[in-house]
């Protein structure tokens, strides 16, 4: 073989040698990316859709248990709709997993189908059944095989999302034992290509040596590595002589050669070798191998570098980690790995709408502005809104800095870079760097952020889940709670059943032992009235008196209020400003004008509360108060003012403390309230305490501790009279008119109890409010309860067609909402009336009770906005007369008036009483609540006697056409 031929070979051989290296590596790396798409495009899919089918399951659940509370036939619509939706979603989601060749045939999915077939089956019938009224049925499904089924299907959705997971963390390492023996072949190839052309080199030179003897021996000190730089020169200018010279090139050549090997061998592949002429093989060799060597280490370190950077990152992103947890170990980590000076995260929230900040690394933000974008607005909300990264350099001064404790700059460049999941933008990230972003490290931050968004969107499901699973389990308490309050009622009022029969029996004897008092009582009396006669002057007197200041109080708290009433309303709306025509002062004055006005309601209703209970005219509506409830909403109203002065807001209840007591709660509300009050504006620092507990078998008491300034015990009895003050002086630093403890005393003695001060100077107070568990009826002024029973018969004629507004009863149409208001202040009548247009009604406006009935009778309105103190008959008359007339009884009446909320009036008829001023919140609502009962056409009523002739009066009496009665005589039936 010729020499030539045996370098072709070696050289071929080395060759052949590297392309098998090449291409081996080609296939481990093509294979790797086919097990990371696999990954991505299929395990990390079926974890999506097991997560969305269970939060389909959960959501049909969750409406399940709304429909059967439900009573609003609308909202069971409502609710039908949203459980057929969540329906649908998972029948989708399950047909789009089936789709999946490993999960087609898996036993867990078809177990999941046939328990979800079964649960439509109930769920389809729990609707049915709510939708005609069988709420005890549907319950009955729900809470027996229904829940069974629901258990069943979470437990197996859980479980089928566990093996989803564990499949792909098993491919995941399975990927990692590939790179790693990749890299470990690719490495014994390159030795055994190093060790086979040092051996061919070594095998070229032997055969040449043993050819030509001298040669042979320079071939020798060339192969023993014995270069020299003196040029061997022959013996004689002959034909060995070219050979001589070719041995020079080749001691040069090879000098060239075994450098660039020692070269290689210590890992410097970039001296590139150069070749005599283009005819060079080994030289072109060489360098090609050098060339290829060097291509490969570049292309193998950044290979390893992206790979260790995608572990560490799927470490960081691994576990049940919140989102807020998650994006401080993601920034953290792409910070540290990528060289970052600065970086923070953004995540969008569930609206999609904006953008903040859940993680930062070295970042400090100028102001709150730069942690939130909405979409479109900054670069944050630029990329988020386009889903394509923003590559910035020299960055302007003033913009984001990098801070230390020696350094104070600028970062060179940032980079912007969005996470999307399915096409939703989940969040940004934003890097910076004082020197210049590799491509490989922008590579490595883009083929991330598929991960990335895939670990937040599942995150973010976690979450919720966890909600949903938390409001199904509130609803479930609720439902067994109402459950409990409905059986207590009815043993209450089997209790009470059993106490009337008994009392019952008491005043038949009672009657009989009053008729042999009665005889004793004759003689008596006529003793009494010569006593009697000698007090009379002074009892009409004080009668006199007595109606003077009556009179008084109800021309007050008419005259007082009823122009409050507009001067609070006109200055709310002006204050909001719904035009845009009022400059900030202008809106700043509104907004003063409604506080005074606001303070100067309070004060007024408070002296005149006060002269109410100090004239025996204040009124008690005796109910039963959950304690628990009550106290828990009584606190509620106080949390963001104690929050505010940074004190503590504590409520503690005894174990022994009843469920409900007997007393009148608005009354309660307002002296506790008053207490609490006074115990946070005078506690500067420590805690406001709220003590509920038994006094005795038969009170209760209330207690507010404080930690504040205290009460000197000489002024423990002033503090209690009105217009009093710990501290009485001009200067004073707390504001207030004196009369909250005057009005609560007052107030305790009207609901049979009393209040308590245990006080000192510096060491806090006490207050304690005794009350009886079961308040007894408590008479007050006839003239308060006093029921009119004027008739319409009786309208003088000066009242009918009395002065009012212009109104629009000649613009009525045949679809409008027409609205009746009788009040005999234009000025407030003018503002319900505008108010009224902006809300859609047509009203008709009246001045007095007579032209109310008349106008009522002739336009059928379909409400009625009703003031009690009228000239000519009173609103208490008219509302007698209206519920009075079959035709137009079913019209609802709202009654707003400066007098003092009244039970009667809305065991009248009366839909509601609100008091005057009325605030533009209040108002609002009060339109709201005529709207929704106008839209409401049809009223279900369950009639339940077993006289004929009662059922038929009743239907008669009640029905108008809106009204659908459903009757039976079996209590069982119903």
């Known amino acids: 073989m010729t020499i030539r031929g045996k370098l072709i070979v070696g050289f071929s051989i080395i060759l052949g040698m590297l392309l098998i290296s090449v291409l081996f590596v080609l296939d481990m790396v093509s294979d790797s990316n086919d097990r990371l798409k696999r990954i991505v495009d299929v395990s990390a899919k079926k974890v999506n859709l097991s997560h969305e089918i269970l939060i389909g399951v959960l959501e049909a659940s969750r409406h399940e248990k709304n429909i059967i509370i439900e009573k609003d036939p609308i909202k069971m619509v409502y609710y039908r709709d949203r459980i057929y939706k969540a329906v649908d979603s998972v029948d989708q989601n399950t047909i789009e997993l089936q789709s999946y060749t490993e999960v087609q045939g898996s036993e867990t999915l078809q177990n999941f189908i046939s328990l979800w077939t079964a649960y439509k089956s109930d769920l389809a019938q729990i609707v049915s059944l709510s939708l005609e009224n069988n709420k005890g049925r549907a319950f009955e499904i729900s809470i027996s095989k229904g829940l069974t089924i629901r258990d069943s299907i979470i437990k197996t959705l859980s479980y089928l999302i566990k093996k989803s997971e564990e499949n792909m963390q098993s491919d995941k390492e399975e990927n990692e034992r590939k790179y790693y023996l990749t890299f470990l072949f690719f490495i014994l190839l390159v030795l055994v290509s190093l060790f086979i052309e040092i051996a061919i080199s070594y095998w070229i030179i032997r055969t040449i040596g043993n050819r030509i003897q001298f040669i042979s021996q320079e071939a020798e000190k060339i192969a023993n590595r014995e270069f020299s730089n003196v040029p061997l020169a022959g013996a004689y200018k002959d034909e060995l002589q070219p050979i001589y010279q070719f041995l020079n090139k080749i001691r040069e050549s090879f000098k060239e050669i075994t450098d660039n090997a020692n070269n290689v061998a210590s890992g410097n592949y970039f001296v590139d070798f150069v070749p005599k002429s283009e005819k060079d093989v080994l030289g072109n060799s060489l ?93 944050i909300g630029q990329v988020a809104a386009e889903q394509k990264r923003i590559f910035l350099t020299d960055v302007e001064e003033g913009s984001l800095r990098i801070l230390s404790g020696i350094l104070d700059t600028k970062p060179k460049q940032i980079l912007i870079v969005p996470f999307v999941f399915e096409g939703k933008t989940q969040g940004v990230i934003e890097l910076g760097k004082l020197d210049s972003f590799s491509p490989s490290e922008i590579e490595f931050i883009e083929s991330s952020v598929q991960s990335i968004g895939i670990s937040f969107n599942s995150a973010r499901a976690r979450r919720k889940i966890q909600e949903l699973l938390e409001q199904t389990r509130i609803q479930s308490e609720e439902l067994q709670t109402q459950q409990e309050e409905l059986r207590q009622m009815n043993e209450e009022l089997e209790e009470q059943t059993q106490v009337l029969r008994q009392q019952q029996e008491e005043l038949k004897v009672s009657n ?33 008196s007595g109606k003077y200041k009556s009179e008084f109080l109800a021309n007050m708290s008419h005259e007082l209020r009823t122009p409050l009433n507009s001067l609070l309303i006109l200055s709310k709306d002006l204050a909001d400003n719904k035009r845009k025509n009022l400059s900030e002062d202008q809106v700043e004055s509104a907004n003063i004008i409604y506080k005074s006005g606001h303070d100067l309601l309070v004060l007024i209703n408070d002296v005149l509360d006060l002269s109410k209970i100090e004239s025996g005219k204040m009124s008690v509506n005796l109910e039963r108060v959950v304690l628990r409830k009550f106290a828990k909403e009584l606190m509620s109203t106080f949390k963001l003012q104690a929050t505010e002065k940074k004190l503590d807001l504590d409520l503690i209840f005894d174990d022994d403390l009843p469920e409900v007591i007997r007393t009148d709660s608005h009354r309660l509300n307002q002296i506790l309230k008053n207490l609490i009050s006074n115990a946070l504006k005078f506690t500067e620092r420590g805690k406001v305490q709220v003590e509920i507990k038994k006094q005795n078998k038969d009170k209760i008491l209330f207690s507010v501790i404080d930690s504040g300034i205290g009460i000197p015990e000489e002024k423990h009895s002033a503090i209690f009279e009105a217009f009093q003050q710990a501290d009485g002086s001009t200067s004073r630093k707390y504001g207030g008119t004196g009369l909250g403890l005057s009005i609560s005393r007052e107030l305790a003695k009207l609901l049979g109890g009393e209040i308590f001060l245990k006080s000192k100077v510096n060491q806090g107070s006490t207050f304690s409010l005794s009350l009886p568990i079961e308040t007894n009826e408590i008479s007050i002024s006839e003239k308060e309860n006093e029921v009119f029973h004027n008739s319409v018969d009786s309208i003088q004629n000066e009242f009918i067609n009395y002065p009012t507004l212009q109104d629009d009863r000649n613009q009525i149409g045949e679809n409008d909402k027409v609205l009746l208001v009788i009040e005999d202040d234009l000025k407030f009548a003018s503002v319900l009336i505008k108010q009224a247009n902006e809300k859609g009604f047509k ?45 137009i009884r079913h019209i609802p009446v709202h009654i707003v008036s400066a007098n003092e909320y009244s039970l009667e009036l809305i065991r009248g008829g009366a839909v509601e009483h609100i008091r005057k001023p009325i605030h533009k919140k209040e108002l609002d609502e009060a339109f709201n609540r005529i709207e929704n009962f106008i839209n409401r056409k049809m009223k279900n009523l369950l009639i339940i006697e077993d006289d004929f002739n009662s059922r038929k009066m009743m239907l008669k009496l009640i029905g108008n056409g809106d009204v659908k009665s459903l009757k039976r005589i079996l209590v069982r039936k119903s």
């Open 287 to 379: 360098r090609m191998m050098t060339s290829s060597l060097r291509k490969k280490t570049q292309e193998n370190e950044k290979h390893n570098w992206m790979t260790n950077g995608q572990n560490f990152l799927n470490e960081k992103l691994r576990g049940d980690k919140t989102e807020s947890v998650l994006a401080k170990d993601v920034i953290t980590f792409l910070s540290n790995y990528l060289n970052a000076n600065v970086g923070a995260i953004y995540l969008c929230d569930d609206s999609e709408c904006s953008l903040s900040v859940f993680g930062k690394y070295g970042f400090i933000s100028e102001s709150r502005s730069s942690e939130r974008f909405a979409l479109n607005e900054g670069l």
């Open 512 to 544: 009989e032992e009053l008729e042999e008092q009665t005889h004793i009582l004759e003689m008596k009396n006529k003793e009494v009235e010569l006593a009697k006669s000698d007090i009379e002057q002074k009892t009409k007197q004080l009668e006199l």
């Open 843 to 887: 009203c008709i406006s009246a001045a007095t009770g007579e032209d109310g009935l008349i106008l009522t009778r002739k336009y059928k309105p379909h409400a009625i906005i009703l003031d009690l103190d009228l000239p000519g008959i009173k609103g208490q008359t008219v509302l007698n007369e209206l519920k009075a007339d079959q035709s």
